[in-house]
C-alpha cells in the first residue's frame, strides 16, 4: 500500500529535476534538435542596438530646462475672514425690569438710541432724599460760620484783656490772679476758635457726602436707559418687555459692518515684506473682489501658530459683506526677480534645505538653495536662482553635486 507514493514522489521529483536544471535540454528537445546541438554549440549574446548604446555609461542621463529669471509682483498670498469693525455686547449696568418694546434683530440703531429701558423702582424716592440731605447740608453753613465769627471776635477780645493784664502787672497795677485769668481767656477762646472750625468743616464733609448721594442716584436712573454705543445693527434680539435684568446680563448686540475688516495671518517668513498702508484686494468666497488698505500689522506672534495678524479696512457701504466670510487675501509687496519652474523640480539637500539642482559648466551638478513666492497654474515662483540657470527637472533625486551628467533639455510648456 505504500509503494504508490513512493513511486508517486519519486516521479515529481525527476520533473522537477527536469524542469530546473536540464530546462535548456528539455527546450530544445520539445523543439526537434538533438541534445548535441545544445551542448556543442553555446548560445551568442544578442547584438546591441544602436540607439542602446550611450555615448558615456558612468553618466546619468537627465532632463533639464533653461529657465530665465521674470520680473513678478511678488504679492504676499493668505487666508483669511471678515470680521465686523465694532463689535460689542451691551449689558446692564443695575438692575431692573424692562420696560421698553424690544427691537428685533437686523434693526439698524443709530448712536444714543434707547435700545432697553428699565423700571426705575424707588430710585426717584432715593435721589429726593439725597437732595434733601444736601439741602440740609447746605442750611448748616451760615450758622457754622457765625459759630465760627463769633470764636473768633472773643478771641481777639481775650488776646486785649491779656495784653492789658500783663502790662498792668509789669507796672503794680494788676494782680497775678488777673494775668492768669486773662490767659486762660485767650486759650479758652482759642479752643473756641478750634471747636467752630471743626464744626464748619463737617459741614462742608456733610455736604459733599450729601452731593456724592445725589450724583449716585442721578447715576443710577441714567443706567435706566441703555443706549447703543455707535451706529451699527442689532446682532440679536433685545432684552424682551418685562424680563429683570442683573446687573451685568444682556440687553442687545451691536455691530458695525461699514467698513469692515479683513484678517488674516502671515508667515514669519513674510512678515517683513508687508508694510503698514499697502494696498490689498479680497477674493471672498461668494465670488465677489474688494480693494483696501492694511491698517494694522501685529508685533507679536501668535504663540501657537508662530503667524502675525494683518488687519485691511475695506469700504461696505451696501452692507453686502458680512462678518465671518471665507476671503482669500493678496497683499501688495515689492516686485522680485524670479524662476518659474515644475513644483515637482523642487528636492532637498543632506542638511534639509529646499532647493533645485542646477547643470553647471561641463555638465556638472550643484544645488541651489531656493525661496518660494507663489503658486501658479504652470508651477511655482521661486527666488534665490542666478538670472539664467539649467534646472534639472527630472532625474535631480538620482544625482549628488558634484556629479557630471549628460542633460537633455526641454522647454517647459
Not at 99 to 106: Q, T, W
Not at 314 to 342: F, K, M, Y
Request: proline share 4%.
Amino acid at each position: 500500500m505504500r509503494l504508490i507514493p513512493i513511486v508517486t514522489a519519486i516521479l515529481v521529483t525527476a520533473f522537477l529535476f527536469g524542469v530546473v536544471v536540464e530546462r535548456d535540454r528539455l527546450l530544445a528537445f520539445t523543439r526537434g534538435n538533438g541534445a548535441e546541438t545544445v551542448t556543442s554549440e553555446a548560445p551568442l549574446p544578442a547584438a546591441p542596438l544602436e540607439n542602446d548604446i550611450p555615448e558615456d555609461s558612468s553618466k546619468i542621463r537627465v532632463v533639464a530646462m533653461h529657465s530665465q529669471a521674470q520680473m513678478i509682483d511678488s504679492a504676499v498670498v493668505l487666508r483669511g475672514q471678515t470680521e465686523a469693525y465694532r463689535q460689542v455686547e451691551i449689558r446692564a449696568e443695575t438692575m431692573g425690569r424692562v420696560i421698553s418694546e424690544p427691537l428685533r434683530r437686523g434693526a439698524s440703531v443709530s448712536r444714543d438710541q434707547e435700545l432697553c429701558r428699565l423700571e426705575p423702582g424707588t430710585r426717584d424716592a432715593l435721589l429726593a432724599e439725597a437732595k434733601a440731605r444736601l439741602a440740609e447740608a447746605e442750611a448748616r453753613i451760615p450758622s457754622s460760620q457765625a459759630v465760627q465769627i463769633e470764636a473768633g471776635a472773643r478771641l481777639e477780645e481775650a488776646l486785649i484783656n491779656d495784653n492789658a493784664a500783663r502790662k498792668l502787672s509789669e507796672g503794680g497795677y494788676a494782680s497775678e490772679t488777673r494775668v492768669a485769668s486773662a490767659a486762660a481767656a485767650v486759650k479758652a477762646s482759642e479752643a473756641a476758635v478750634q471747636a467752630a472750625k471743626s464744626g464748619l468743616e463737617s459741614t462742608l464733609a456733610g455736604i459733599e457726602s450729601a452731593e456724592a448721594l445725589v450724583a449716585a442716584a442721578e447715576r443710577d436712573i441714567e443706567r435706566l436707559s441703555i443706549k447703543a454705543p455707535f451706529d451699527g445693527l442689532l446682532e440679536n434680539d433685545v432684552a424682551e418687555l418685562g424680563s429683570l435684568l442683573q446687573q451685568g446680563s444682556l440687553c442687545a448686540t451691536v455691530l458695525r459692518l461699514d467698513p469692515i475688516k479683513v484678517v488674516g495671518f502671515i508667515p514669519e517668513s513674510e512678515v517683513n515684506r508687508v508694510n503698514r498702508g499697502a494696498m490689498a484686494s479680497a477674493r471672498l468666497i461668494t465670488g465677489q473682489e474688494v480693494i483696501g488698505k492694511v491698517v494694522f500689522l501685529s508685533r507679536s506672534a501668535d504663540a501657537l501658530t508662530r503667524t502675525f495678524r494683518v488687519e485691511i479696512d475695506v469700504d461696505n457701504q451696501d452692507l453686502a459683506i458680512r462678518s465671518g466670510q471665507t476671503a482669500e487675501i493678496i497683499i501688495a509687496s515689492d516686485g522680485a526677480q524670479a524662476h518659474l519652474i515644475p513644483q515637482s523640480a523642487l528636492t532637498l539637500d543632506d542638511a534639509g534645505t529646499l532647493g533645485v539642482r542646477l547643470v553647471k559648466q561641463d555638465n556638472i551638478v550643484t544645488f541651489n538653495a531656493i525661496n518660494l513666492l507663489r503658486d501658479a497654474a504652470e508651477g511655482i515662483w521661486v527666488e534665490g536662482l542666478p538670472n539664467e540657470a539649467d534646472v534639472i527637472i527630472i532625474g535631480q533625486e538620482y544625482v549628488e553635486e558634484g556629479v557630471q551628467v549628460l542633460p537633455v533639455f526641454e522647454e517647459p510648456a
